[in-house]
Nanobody, 122 residues
């Protein structure tokens, strides 16, 4: 069993920045992909971005490209989501996700955190 715990959410004004963190623990494999999804009120959950086990390949949703950056510190079993130039439409619960390595075109993830709220005021 793998546990994912997010932190770093909060309230920020439009144009501001936040950095989310997610720590993986439990029976983590030696290599695993990590990423982020989000869900806004009344909307379906959507993919935000993902990063391979070695940090070499990243993938982003079009809506966040150029504003959000995913990185990871494998020694700390931690993935980060740096969010810059935030917009009110970025308001959502952000979920950390993980899986064993697959094609980065796949949006299926097996492990999910409980989420952290990000609210962007206009």
């Amino acid at each position: 069993q793998v546990q994912l715990v997010e932190s770093g959410g909060g309230l920020v004004q439009a144009g501001g920045s936040l950095r989310l963190s997610c720590v993986a623990s439990g029976r983590t494999p030696s290599r695993y992909t990590m990423g982020w999804f989000r869900q806004a009120p009344g909307k379906e959950r959507e993919f935000v971005g993902g990063i391979t086990w070695n940090g070499i390949i990243t993938r982003y949703a079009e809506s966040v490209k150029g504003r959000f950056t995913i990185s990871r510190d494998s020694a700390k079993s931690t993935v980060y989501l740096q969010m810059n130039n935030l917009k009110p439409e970025d308001t959502a619960v952000y979920y950390c996700v993980g899986r064993i390595p697959q094609s980065m075109t796949s949006l299926r993830y097996d492990w999910w955190g409980r989420g952290t709220q990000v609210t962007v005021s206009s």
